[in-house]
């Protein structure tokens, strides 16, 4: 990927809730998604080392379609070594791979803060690249700033 990389974050997921359907129900194949999709809340938290480091944590409200896509859409707060917060939000997707516990992610960061020290994050585009081990609960992304 192009651009600057500016931080890279592993993560924990903490919490799954779901709307009706469970997502290992979904993963395993037991359960279908029906054509209206389902909604997952996954939270999870973690560090970011790089550029931007601190301490992460959020919650993606996934939406898993009947086609088989998982649209994300994640709010979290990263909190810096020094005690400034950070807004994230972003969309993308997760496509899983076939026959493993495995998505690959491509997402779309938007950063934002009032804190001087970090402003330059304000008016930049950062994307993102990277895994999610549903078996391990772990999430992995490298953040690559425009």
């Known amino acids: 990927m192009k651009g600057e990389k500016i931080y890279t974050v592993d993560l924990d997921i903490t919490n799954v809730k779901d709307s009706g359907i469970a997502l290992e129900a979904i993963l395993s194949g037991t359960e ?10 996954v939270a999870f938290e973690g560090h970011a080392t790089g550029r931007l480091a601190g301490r992460l944590s959020g919650i993606d409200y996934i939406r898993v379609r009947a086609d088989g896509r998982i649209d994300l859409d994640i709010r979290a707060m990263i909190e810096t070594h020094d ?11 997760a496509v899983p791979r ?3 516990p495995i998505a690959d992610l491509s997402v779309n960061h938007y950063l934002s803060t009032a804190a ?7 008016t930049r585009q950062i994307w993102a690249c990277g ?16």
């Open 116 to 122: 001087e020290d970090y402003a330059w994050v304000n």
């Open 131 to 146: 895994t999610v081990n549903f078996s391990t609960g772990k999430i992995h992304v490298d953040a690559y700033m425009q």
């Open 98 to 100: 076939a026959g493993e």
């Open 32 to 41: 279908r998604v029906p054509p209206q999709g389902v909604r997952i809340d």
């Open 83 to 93: 005690g400034r917060r950070i807004a994230l939000s972003a969309d993308g997707v």
